[in-house]
Nanobody, 115 residues
Framework: QVQLVESGGGLVQAGGSLRLSCAASGDSFNINYMGWYRQAPGKQRELVAEITSGGNTNYADSVKGRFTISRESAKRMVYLQMNSLKPEDTAVYYC?????????WGQGTQVTVSS
C-alpha cells in the first residue's frame, strides 16, 4: 500500500501562485509515475500534469506555460507549481502515483482562485 498526502492548497486571487506538494509513503519504492489531477464541481476529474520516472512530462493544454510539475524521487515527493492562476483553475487537486503498476490517489486539496 502507498499513502499519499497532499498539501499547499488554499485561496488565492487571480494571477497569484500556489505550490502543491504530495508526499508518498508506505510501499512506494517502485513508483514509476506521478501526476496531478483536478476535479471541479459538476465536472469529471481531469489530468493536469504528469511526470514519469524518466522525467518525461505532459501537461493539459489549459495549464501549459503556467504550471510546472517536478519530483524528488529520493524523497518520494511530487510538486505542482501553479502560476498565473485563473478562476477556472478552481478545483480539488489530487495526487496520483503508480507503484508496481497499481494506482493510488491522495485525498485531495482544495484550490480556490477568486476573480
Amino acid at each position: 500500500q502507498v499513502q499519499l498526502v497532499e498539501s499547499g492548497g488554499g485561496l488565492v486571487q487571480a494571477g497569484g501562485s500556489l505550490r502543491l506538494s504530495c508526499a508518498a509513503s508506505g510501499d512506494s519504492f517502485n513508483i514509476n509515475y506521478m501526476g496531478w489531477y483536478r476535479q471541479a464541481p459538476g465536472k469529471q476529474r481531469e489530468l493536469v500534469a504528469e511526470i514519469t520516472s524518466g522525467g518525461n512530462t505532459n501537461y493539459a493544454d489549459s495549464v501549459k506555460g503556467r504550471f510546472t510539475i517536478s519530483r524528488e524521487s529520493a524523497k518520494r515527493m511530487v510538486y505542482l507549481q501553479m502560476n498565473s492562476l485563473k478562476p477556472e483553475d478552481t478545483a480539488v487537486y489530487y495526487c496520483k502515483v503508480r507503484s508496481s503498476f497499481v494506482p493510488y490517489w491522495g485525498q485531495g486539496t482544495q484550490v480556490t482562485v477568486s476573480s
